[in-house]
């Protein structure tokens, strides 16, 4: 046997250890080491900062395990071979569901607000899922794109609303899966957990893994990353503002405030130029809200000091803002000035 074919013979097994499908291959995503970045973020030395890469998921984001359960469940409560699923996305929900609809065999419709990134978009159609782009308006608004799934999925017959807001499915997936994997991960890495840092969009990610933290690993702090506008973290009024994915303008059925020890709050500049630092520092591409999730993720090692040891999560790809806030001209276009150069330096 030469080198190479050994090599391949050795590869070959893992590989297929993964399983038939796509689907085979969702979660047990790796818990990274960022030292460069939280050097360059002024953590100190001996002080860690974990991250919990979700755009490993093949279909780029933390929504996968959820996708494939909320199906699952679908199929358990009668949905029929073929039949019609209808959601509502800030868009990763939406490609997970239709990456698991593909092989599964199901018809996806799916509703998202014009906040969404034309990749997303363009990823779901690719997927095979039909869009319905509704205007970014505030909860109440019957355009609101959670009313406008509701009611579609009404007047679809057979179809069923999966609902990822109230679902219970959402938040349990990440107590069973995503909760275990981060502090298992983060113990093998560093022998401790200090603190768990996470945003909130409806709030599953966060809710799951808080309440499996606070079971299993008591003496981590669990904070709450919110971007500035959001009221998550307390703020009295609403103001937009350009992270997708995280925050909010009412508190979302599965977000309950008293798993929250702490909240950093995070300006859509820091969000982004974390995000840039981390695809320069790292070679991570990753969106905007894990940009929120490392600035706070710093912020709270460099309060903690020397030998902490901070884990938050990446939710999804940079492959999904490529004409955002990785696109310099679109910096300039929505008050971010000079943010590439500064990030450059
Ligand atoms: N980041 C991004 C980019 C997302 O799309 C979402 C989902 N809305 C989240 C973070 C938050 O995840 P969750 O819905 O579990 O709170």
């Known amino acids: 046997m ?3 074919t050994r090599y391949a013979a050795e590869i070959v097994e893992p590989v297929e250890a993964r399983g038939e499908t796509v689907l085979d291959c969702i979660g047990w995503t790796p818990l990274l080491e960022l030292k460069r970045l939280a050097r360059a973020a002024g953590v100190p030395e001996s002080a860690r900062i974990l991250a919990k890469a979700e755009h490993f998921n093949p279909g780029g984001s ?5 996708a494939l359960a909320l199906i699952e469940d679908a199929e358990a409560r009668g949905l029929p071979a073929g039949g019609t699923i209808v959601e509502a996305t800030s868009g990763n929900t939406g490609i997970s569901l239709a990456m698991a609809a593909a ?3 199901y018809r996806l419709q799916v509703v998202a607000s014009t ?4 990749e997303k978009l363009r990823l779901l159609r690719a997927l095979g899922a039909e869009v319905h782009v509704t205007p970014n308006v505030p909860h109440g608004d019957p355009r609101h794109y959670t009313a406008v799934a509701k009611r579609l999925a009404a007047e679809i017959p057979g179809a069923v609303y999966l609902d990822q807001f109230h679902s219970p499915v959402n938040a349990r997936i990440h107590e069973e899966r995503t909760g275990p994997e981060i502090l298992g ?7 401790r957990l200090d603190a768990f840092v996470c945003g909130v969009g409806t709030g599953g990610t966060f809710a799951g893994i808080a309440s499996y933290l606070r079971r299993e690993s008591p003496d981590t702090r669990i904070v709450l990353a919110d971007p500035e506008g959001s009221v998550l973290a307390g703020a009295p009024d609403f103001r937009p503002y350009l992270v997708e994915g995280i925050g909010d303008d009412s508190t979302p059925p599965l977000f309950d405030p008293s798993l929250v020890d702490e909240s950093v709050t995070v300006s859509d500049r820091e969000s982004f130029r974390f995000a840039l630092l981390a695809a320069r520092l790292e070679g991570l591409i990753v969106g905007g809200s894990s940009g929120s999730h490392l600035a706070a993720a710093a912020e709270v090692a460099r309060r903690l000091g020397p030998g902490a040891v901070v884990a938050t999560v990446l939710p999804d790809t940079g492959r999904n803002y490529l004409t955002k806030f990785f696109d310099p001209a679109w910096c300039q276009e929505h008050g971010l000035t000079d943010l590439h150069r500064e990030v450059a330096r």
Do not use: H, I, M, W
């Not at 933390?62 to 959820?66: F, G, H, P, T, Y």
């Not at 906040?115 to 034309?118: E, I, P, R, Y």
């Not at 991960?185 to 022998?191: I, K, N, T």
């Open 2 to 4: 030469t080198e190479s």
């Open 62 to 66: 933390v929504k996968d395990r959820l």
């Open 103 to 105: 092989v599964k065999g």
């Open 115 to 118: 906040k969404v990134s034309q």
């Open 185 to 191: 991960q983060a113990l093998r890495a560093a022998g």
